[in-house]
């Protein structure tokens, strides 16, 4: 009874996370027609082939978030707080969490990274607005939609492991691969919540930055 409940709460965490996904990429209807005359003048593969990239440092910055800070809270939280490390803290061995942080912070960057540019999040208008009106809230909801693309690239790259690992299964099929699947899904909703957390905050953070910029500067001489 247990197993059953827990596939089922699998099976809807994972609806959930694939509507979500088009919920936020997906363009709402109203604005349907221009998208498209958008996508056929630019082509939406050149935000991938072409980037326009205003600042090479955010890169830079948004792959140590996404990549090391995010993956090194999630695996110093569970050693800290005692919870079971996620599966990808033992490819090494126990005790071991440098290399397998770096290596699956990678694989966590290069997914947001898909979702930064889906979104334009390099474009000098996404991260830098002093005077703009509801400038956080458009961080929060552009950060999300990045977020969403790159929720959907982690699926897709962990039901490739799974079909490379074990080829087609599903939850019933024998034990082994029931517990290989949970583990697996373990891994990706601990992986999006710390990604989350870390991406949105520093997201956040660099637009406060922006709102500084937006205030006078003293003047000299003033006391």
């Known amino acids: 009874v247990k197993f059953e409940k827990m596939k089922r709460w699998i099976s809807l965490i994972f609806v959930f996370l694939v509507n979500t996904t ?10 349907v027609s221009i998208c498209v005359k958008a996508e056929k003048e630019e082509g939406i593969f050149k935000r991938f082939t072409d980037p326009k990239i205003d600042d090479e440092g955010l890169v830079i910055a948004d792959y140590l978030m996404a990549g090391i800070v995010a993956p090194g809270l999630e695996a110093g939280l569970s050693v800290l707080l ?11 061995g126990r005790g071991k969490l440098v290399a397998p942080t770096l290596f699956r ?19 000098r208008q996404a991260y830098d607005f002093p005077g703009t009106p509801k400038r956080f809230q458009t ?9 969403s693309f790159a929720t959907a690239l982690l699926i897709l790259s962990t039901q490739a492991a799974i079909f490379s690992q074990f080829g087609f299964v599903s939850f019933g099929d024998n034990p082994d691969t029931d517990f290989a699947l949970i ?3 373990d891994d990706l909703l601990r992986d999006i919540s710390t990604e989350a957390l870390v991406l949105i905050s520093w997201r956040l953070f660099r637009t406060s930055l922006s709102y500084m910029d937006d205030q006078d500067p003293p003047m000299s001489g003033r006391r």
Do not use: D, H, I
């Not at 490390?85 to 490819?91: F, G, R, Y």
């Open 22 to 31: 088009v919920a936020f990429v997906q363009p709402p209807r109203s604005t």
């Open 82 to 92: 005692g919870l079971p490390p996620p599966s990808w803290t033992l490819a090494f």
């Open 105 to 123: 912070g990678f694989n966590l960057a290069a997914a947001w990274l898909g979702g930064a540019l889906a979104a334009r999040l390099y474009e």
């Open 139 to 147: 961080t929060f909801l552009s950060t999300l939609k990045a977020g």
């Open 183 to 185: 583990k697996l899904s």
